[in-house]
């Protein structure tokens, strides 16, 4: 429910499906602490980490750590994921999923992409026999390097397949091809158990805008043409991309420097969603609280049994301009610096 007074706006909290928090093993990089906190400031009411960690959550074990650093210090509900393999490496051994499911809301291996198709069908076998969905990185540079769309919708295909054959919930990450957009509508016309995220970055940029060379738009997948962000645009007005997250990865100055792909997200989503594409007439408001609210809210529902309410108070007509350094996040890697947004969370 949308309530609209004056300058402000009552919606729904935001679910983001797709953190990087990096604690255990990478806490110079974010906290939990840090990274919650700047999730309660961008709207969120919950958010799912990935297991881009040390140790991987390959198993209770390992996992543990991460819970106990949630118990302390966590700002919001943060749910983990567990890894698909052992090592959280892309191959070899699947994970101990059966004694991370009660604590996890699905099995990824975020990063890389799980190339061995008999190894992806055992471990979507295992996670729909746990009731828990495979939440997949598409990247297969056996067909080109990121760049290259086929290295995303290559390995989307084939897990499509996969997908059909196991009745496995399969969620896709950071869908950036047309190609990907496109395979998702027709599983999903054919039956197959298949949900989708995209990113902000994807929907309010093409390769036009990205400056050479700048860290700040170093992500993985890339940004890419223009007929891609159109056809994300589409997808998610559609209905085929069901969710926007913001793979919110932060990374230290000299990181980026050194080349790590990855930006910050959690405080600029909204107000430079709101602002690009609501206020310029590209997506409604119901369509964008949708992708940020009420989908993935379901979607957890689904995965945890977890019902996630609350409701976040913004200020949609004073414009301001988007300063890292004003942020809570540790990282400071963002496309979005210096741009005059609407859209301050007042909770």
Known sequence: MQ????????????????????????????TIATGSTAALRGGYIAVVTMPNLKPAPDSLLNLQQQLDLIKLHAQLPVIPTGSITMGQLGAGELSCMEE????????????????????????MLRAKKL???????CEDLSFGDAHNSASEYKALE?????????????????VSAKESVELIRQAKKDGVAV???????????????????????????????????????????????????????PHTAQDKLNGCPGLVGLETAFPVLYTKLVREGVLTLDHLVNAMAHNPRELLKRWTSRVFGGSVLWDIQTPYV??????????????????????????
């Open 322 to 347: 988007i300063d890292p350094n004003s942020f809570a996040t540790m990282g400071h890697a963002t496309p979005f610096a210096g741009w005059e947004v609407f859209g301050q969370c007042l909770n």
């Open 3 to 30: 309530h609209q007074r004056n300058n402000t706006i009552l919606l729904p909290g935001f679910v983001d499906l797709h953190v990087h928090f990096r604690e255990p093993g990478f806490s110079y990089k974010e």
């Open 195 to 249: 949900t989708a995220e995209t990113a902000p970055h994807y929907l309010v940029l093409c390769d036009a805008d990205v400056l050479p060379g700048d860290g700040n738009y170093k992500m993985n997948p890339p940004i890419r043409g223009k007929a891609d962000q159109t056809a994300l645009l589409e997808g998610l007005i559609d209905g085929t991309i069901d969710c926007i997250a913001t793979d919110h990865a």
């Open 158 to 174: 084939r897990d499509l397949q996969l997908a059909a054959q196991t009745g496995c919930h399969y969620h896709v990450c950071h």
């Open 131 to 137: 009731g828990k969905p495979i939440i997949a990185h």
């Open 100 to 123: 991370m499911a009660p604590h996890v809301c699905g099995f990824s291996d975020d990063g890389v992409g799980v190339n061995d198709a008999a190894l992806m069908k055992e471990a």
